[in-house]
Structure formats: structure tokens, C-alpha cells
């Protein structure tokens, strides 16, 4: 009996093997198959625990989404400066991302906060980014979810979404083999080293879009309000966290809005960006130090490389006015 138990173990284990393996690769090789957003997720939670610069506190911090991310230069912008925003986030990831920063460093005096006006009231990549890259410390996974619950947040509180969130920690394949066949598991590592390294030289500035120009409409300009959901209040209750955070480490608050090129600006509905502007005066008020515009910048569509984000020419020119008007 205990020899026919002993095979029949021998024969899970064995039966298990490729799957344990194929989760270990998953665990510990993601820069061999993982997509392109990944470099800049992992750069963010890297500079947040204090593994990357040594650990190097900064005067000026940068948090928010892909807008923020490609338009603001650190390194132009202050002498101390880390861009910490990241493609596809909203203020529940900036706030987790933010506040980890803060256990592992000195705070800093300032910091930019700037979202896309949809990402004030809009959660798209929560399945697809934030759970995929494990972009939410484990520790605060429970706190999420009864926020996510009480406000009825739908995009956090998918079908599935606990399995997703179990199935992305242990590295299971129904999550990441498409990722990894798709590289033919190593395929991707060049590309992602690569993208690190360009993140590290520019301290978190990167680019979104491939055109030198682009006079498109964006996305802003199908929406004739902010809808105030589930995913509408969560964004809110983070937002208020976070400058709340802001405000409890004694950190300048600088609340800015991401440009648009003329054709979005001319057809964005004027209802909507009202209520755009009155979310923003509303948040203001939570903060007791604090700087904010209400407006969107305007700009040419050659400092564009797609609807939504600027070409490197237009970071430049965003970055030089955000200097000028607020660290000069």
C-alpha cells in the first residue's frame, strides 16, 4: 500500500512538473516575455521600495498617467526629479505607488499630479495592466477591495477578478502563457533591458505613440460628461487620498492638466470640460498646499505622436512652460 502511494505521488509530481516550471519562468523571467508597458510599471514599483538610484530621495516627484508620463522630462524639469507616472494608471495606483515611496524615502517637497480628464472618472486598464503587472503591493490588496466594494467599482470587482489577482502572483499560465508563446518565451528580453535602461538615463520619461505629428481628434472629445459610477467614485476616494497624503508629509501639491492638440480642443464638448473643471476645484479643496489649473493647453498637432500623447518636441515645450510657471 505505502509503495503504490509513493507512485502515485511520484506520478503528480511529475504530471505537475511542467506547470511548476512554466510558473517559476513566469515569476522570475518577466523581462524575457512581458510587453512593452511592463519596463515602466516595474520602474515605478522598483523607484517606490527604493531599489533603483540607491535609494535616492527627490526633491520633485511626478505621479499619473501615460499623459504625465510622456510629457513631463524630469530631468529638465528640477535638479532632483523621478517621474513616477506610468501607462495606463489612475489615481488608485499613483496613491499605492506614492505612498510606498514615502515609507522608503524622505518626502519630497513637491509633487506634479496629472491625469487625462477620463482617468478622473474612468478605470480601463485595471485587468489588463494593474493586476497583469502586480502593480498593487499584496499588503493593500485587501484594502482595495473593500474600497472597490463599498463604492460598487465595477472594473475592480470584475467576474473572475479573484482568481485573476491569485492566478497573477503565483505566475499561473492561464494568465501569461499567450505572453509567453507570443515571445517564444525569451524573445522580449532585449527590448524590455532596454526600455529600462532608456527609463533609469531619463528618470521615468517616456514616450507613447510612434507619429512625428498628429492632428486627430482625441478620445476627450466623445464624451459629454463625467459619468459618476462605481470606478467614478473609487478614482475619487483615491484622489482625496492621495493629495491627503500629499498634505500629511508636508508635500507642495502641483495639479496639472495634460495638453491637447487644436482639433480635441476645438471638439471637446463644453459641457464635459465644465464638469472637468468643477471636479478639479472640488479636489483642490482637500489639499491646503496646493497649485492648479483648470485649463488644457493647447497645441499644434506637430508636437503630437498620437491623439492623446506629445512627441518628444512637445514634452520639451510642455516641460519648459511647467518650469518656467512653477520652479522658477
Same mark, same amino acid.
Given at each position: 500500500?505505502?509503495?503504490?502511494? %509513493? $507512485?502515485?505521488?511520484?506520478?503528480?509530481?511529475?504530471?505537475?512538473?511542467?506547470?511548476?516550471?512554466?510558473?517559476?519562468? =513566469?515569476?522570475?523571467?518577466?523581462?524575457?516575455?512581458?510587453?512593452?508597458?511592463?519596463?515602466?510599471?516595474?520602474?515605478?514599483?522598483?523607484? @517606490?521600495?527604493?531599489?533603483?538610484?540607491?535609494?535616492?530621495?527627490?526633491?520633485?516627484?511626478?505621479?499619473?498617467?501615460?499623459?504625465?508620463?510622456?510629457?513631463?522630462? @524630469?530631468?529638465?524639469?528640477?535638479?532632483?526629479?523621478?517621474?513616477?507616472?506610468?501607462?495606463?494608471?489612475?489615481?488608485?495606483?499613483?496613491?499605492?505607488?506614492?505612498?510606498?515611496?514615502?515609507?522608503? !524615502?524622505?518626502?519630497?517637497?513637491?509633487?506634479?499630479?496629472?491625469?487625462?480628464?477620463?482617468?478622473?472618472?474612468?478605470?480601463?486598464?485595471?485587468?489588463?495592466?494593474?493586476?497583469?503587472?502586480?502593480? %498593487?503591493?499584496?499588503?493593500?490588496?485587501?484594502?482595495?477591495?473593500?474600497? /472597490?466594494?463599498?463604492?460598487?467599482?465595477?472594473?475592480?470587482?470584475?467576474?473572475?477578478?479573484?482568481?485573476?489577482?491569485?492566478?497573477?502572483?503565483?505566475?499561473?499560465?492561464?494568465?501569461?502563457?499567450? @505572453?509567453?508563446? /507570443? @515571445?517564444?518565451?525569451?524573445?522580449?528580453?532585449?527590448?524590455? =533591458?532596454?526600455?529600462? $535602461?532608456?527609463?533609469?538615463?531619463?528618470?521615468?520619461?517616456?514616450?507613447?505613440?510612434?507619429?512625428?505629428?498628429?492632428?486627430?481628434?482625441?478620445?476627450?472629445?466623445?464624451?459629454?460628461?463625467?459619468?459618476?459610477?462605481?470606478? /467614478?467614485?473609487?478614482?475619487?476616494?483615491?484622489?482625496?487620498?492621495?493629495?491627503?497624503?500629499?498634505?500629511?508629509?508636508?508635500?507642495?501639491?502641483?495639479?496639472?492638466?495634460?495638453?491637447?492638440?487644436?482639433?480635441?480642443?476645438?471638439?471637446?464638448?463644453?459641457?464635459?470640460? /465644465?464638469?472637468?473643471?468643477?471636479?478639479?476645484?472640488?479636489?483642490?479643496?482637500?489639499?491646503?498646499?496646493?497649485?492648479?489649473?483648470? !485649463?488644457?493647453?493647447?497645441?499644434?498637432?506637430?508636437?503630437?505622436?498620437?491623439?492623446? !500623447?506629445?512627441?518628444?518636441?512637445?514634452?520639451?515645450?510642455?516641460?519648459?512652460?511647467?518650469?518656467?510657471?512653477?520652479?522658477?
Amino acid at each position: 500500500m505505502q509503495r503504490c502511494n %509513493i $507512485k502515485f505521488i511520484l506520478k503528480c509530481i511529475l504530471a505537475a512538473a511542467p506547470a511548476i516550471v512554466l510558473s517559476a519562468f =513566469t515569476l522570475l523571467c518577466p523581462y524575457c516575455y512581458m510587453d512593452e508597458d511592463f519596463p515602466a510599471w516595474d520602474f515605478e514599483k522598483r523607484v @517606490a521600495s527604493g531599489r533603483e538610484f540607491d535609494g535616492k530621495s527627490f526633491d520633485t516627484v511626478i505621479l499619473g498617467d501615460s499623459g504625465a508620463m510622456s510629457s513631463l522630462m @524630469a530631468s529638465k524639469l528640477d535638479d532632483s526629479c523621478i517621474n513616477m507616472a506610468v501607462g495606463g494608471a489612475t489615481p488608485v495606483e499613483m496613491y499605492y505607488f506614492f505612498e510606498e515611496y514615502l515609507q522608503n !524615502h524622505t518626502p519630497p517637497e513637491n509633487a506634479v499630479i496629472m491625469f487625462a480628464p477620463f482617468h478622473y472618472w474612468h478605470i480601463d486598464n485595471y485587468k489588463t495592466r494593474t493586476v497583469y503587472f502586480k502593480g %498593487i503591493p499584496l499588503s493593500k490588496i485587501p484594502e482595495l477591495y473593500r474600497n /472597490a466594494r463599498s463604492c460598487g467599482a465595477a472594473s475592480v470587482m470584475y467576474e473572475r477578478y479573484v482568481t485573476d489577482e491569485l492566478s497573477a502572483r503565483l505566475g499561473l499560465p492561464n494568465i501569461y502563457l499567450p @505572453a509567453i508563446n /507570443a @515571445a517564444h518565451f525569451t524573445g522580449r528580453y532585449s527590448d524590455n =533591458t532596454s526600455a529600462y $535602461k532608456d527609463l533609469c538615463l531619463s528618470y521615468g520619461w517616456g514616450t507613447f505613440g510612434e507619429l512625428d505629428e498628429c492632428f486627430d481628434e482625441s478620445y476627450e472629445t466623445s464624451y459629454e460628461d463625467m459619468v459618476i459610477d462605481g470606478d /467614478a467614485k473609487l478614482i475619487t476616494l483615491y484622489m482625496q487620498k492621495l493629495l491627503k497624503l500629499c498634505d500629511d508629509n508636508g508635500v507642495h501639491v502641483i495639479l496639472l492638466q495634460p495638453a491637447v492638440n487644436t482639433a480635441t480642443f476645438e471638439g471637446i464638448n463644453e459641457h464635459y470640460l /465644465a464638469s472637468y473643471r468643477n471636479y478639479i476645484k472640488q479636489l483642490a479643496t482637500v489639499c491646503s498646499d496646493i497649485e492648479y489649473e483648470t !485649463h488644457l493647453r493647447n497645441y499644434d498637432g506637430i508636437y503630437f505622436s498620437d491623439t492623446s !500623447h506629445l512627441n518628444p518636441s512637445g514634452a520639451e515645450k510642455f516641460t519648459e512652460e511647467i518650469g518656467e510657471e512653477y520652479f522658477r
